[in-house]
């Protein structure tokens, strides 16, 4: 049995024992094969896998090791699952998890890195739509003289958005690890626009003033957003109104402390369009997610995508912890494993939706491995040829 670390609150081979029962209940009143069956062994980050001690993305200190503990087969997938951008969450697992072979659902179930190939459920026809929500963000941010930062996302169904959120006590973007120990500047920033694939001509960078100023049409926002989403990510501007329908921007990494979750849910309530849901976080951000067109994306729906990627027309299992509502699974073939004391366990117990409580993905981790590495060996015995009597 596997010894617990001490970073995940327990330290007995009990603790693993009694946990891996509570799984067994669980998938028997399903009416899951737990010991036959492929699985997804998803986990969000924030939390399960990381401090939230800041935005460094700094992760529990056993956390590799404990990945490592799943025998590599043909019957396990690992996956993030995670609200998070693609850029920032491949980020993450190349910087922190090595060469482990792990797939990613990110952007709140928007998007999947399998294999290396990028799959995007459900994508946009139009993408006016997007830009006329973005443009809408920008001009009333100007006449409120707003501070954005804008999340790498490749999906343009999701989206989220950080207003005043460089402090620590607040977003606390500047120690994001794509962005913690950069000096961008709006200079920077104006250079990327007129490098970039698009006509820059309507673009102007006042020296004297430090703003890059430009008309607030369609076209143009599709720049910015491709500047501020793909090149510089997570970098914060400050939006400010001009003359002639025009606006502009200038980095600023100080907050407007007055400027409040409130006010940003407001603010968004205004500025951003039915056909767009809204989910404020607390920290700093609007996640926007489109919804007119008949599909809201979900972490769920997107772990049985990559289910069927994976395993093709097999049953399949879909665990995953996480700390939050959005992380919950409901579905008849999945587990879901909650951070004691967090949001998502006092949904389900407000639900009364069956979970497993856990410490972090440290244990998490550990338990499964025990059940998916018992699988491993009772496959491995089937396949053995039984013994035939040799005759003299």
């Known amino acids: 049995m596997i010894f617990m670390e001490n970073e995940t609150g327990f330290g007995s081979d009990y603790y693993i024992i009694s946990q891996i029962e509570n799984v067994e209940k669980i998938a028997k009143q399903?009416?899951?094969?737990?010991?036959?069956?492929?699985?997804?062994?998803?986990?969000?980050?924030?939390?399960?896998?990381?401090?939230?001690?800041?935005?460094?993305?700094e992760p529990w200190s056993q956390i590799k090791s404990a990945i490592l503990?799943?025998?590599?087969?043909?019957?396990?997938?690992?996956?993030?699952?995670?609200?998070?951008?693609?850029?920032?969450?491949?980020?993450?697992?190349?910087?922190?998890?090595?060469?482990?072979?792990?797939?990613i659902i990110g952007e709140l179930g928007s998007i999947i890195n399998y294999e290396n190939h990028i799959y995007e459920i459900n994508p946009m026809k139009d993408t006016f739509e997007f830009y006329n929500m973005e443009l809408d963000i920008f001009k009333k941010a100007a006449e409120k003289g707003l501070k954005i930062a804008i999340q790498g996302n490749a999906s343009k169904n999701v989206n989220c958005f950080y207003f005043e959120g460089d402090g620590i006590e607040r977003g606390d973007i500047r120690n994001h690890f794509l962005v913690k120990d950069t000096d961008i500047t709006t200079n920077d920033i104006y250079q990327s626009i007129i490098t970039s694939p698009f006509n820059t001509d309507n673009f102007e960078y006042n020296n004297n003033k430090d703003k890059i100023c430009f008309e607030s049409t369609i076209e143009n926002i599709e720049i910015i957003d491709y500047v501020l989403r793909q090149?510089?990510?997570?970098?914060?501007?400050?939006?400010?109104?001009?003359?002639?329908?025009?606006?502009?921007?200038?980095?600023?990494?100080?907050?407007?402390?007055?400027?409040?979750?409130?006010?940003?849910?407001?603010?968004?309530?205004e500025a951003i369009p039915d056909s767009w849901e809204i989910e404020p976080n607390s920290d700093y951000c609007i996640d926007v997610i489109h919804k007119n067109n008949g599909y809201r994306p979900t972490?769920?729906?997107?772990?049985?995508?990559?289910?069927?990627?994976?395993?093709?027309?097999?049953?399949?299992i879909i665990t995953n912890i996480g700390d939050k509502k959005g992380d919950v699974l409901t579905g008849p073939n999945t587990?879901?494993?909650?951070?004691?004391?967090?949001?998502?366990?006092?949904?389900?117990?407000?639900?009364?939706?069956?979970?497993?409580?856990?410490?972090?993905?440290?244990?998490?981790?550990?338990?499964?491995?025990?059940?998916?590495?018992?699988?491993?060996?009772?496959?491995?015995?089937?396949?053995?040829?039984?013994?035939?009597?040799?005759?003299?």
């Not at 009416?31 to 939390?47: A, E, R």
């Open 69 to 103: 503990d799943f025998n590599r087969n043909k019957s396990i997938e690992k996956a993030i699952i995670s609200g998070w951008d693609l850029k920032s969450l491949e980020n993450f697992r190349d910087t922190n998890l090595g060469d482990l072979p792990i797939s």
């Open 231 to 269: 090149v510089y990510t997570l970098q914060s501007v400050r939006l400010a109104e001009e003359n002639e329908n025009k606006i502009s921007i200038r980095r600023d990494n100080d907050d407007n402390i007055n400027f409040t979750i409130d006010d940003m849910v407001t603010f968004s309530k």
């Open 299 to 316: 972490k769920e729906t997107a772990a049985y995508e990559l289910g069927k990627l994976r395993f093709g027309e097999q049953s399949f």
């Open 335 to 392: 587990i879901f494993f909650a951070q004691i004391g967090s949001p998502a366990e006092n949904y389900c117990i407000d639900e009364n939706l069956p979970y497993i409580p856990v410490v972090n993905a440290i244990d998490y981790f550990h338990i499964m491995a025990q059940i998916t590495n018992t699988t491993i060996k009772n496959r491995i015995l089937s396949e053995i040829p039984q013994i035939q009597p040799i005759y003299v």
């Open 30 to 57: 399903k009416g899951l094969d737990l010991y036959s069956t492929p699985m997804i062994i998803g986990f969000d980050v924030q939390g399960p896998v990381v401090k939230l001690t800041d935005a460094s993305f």
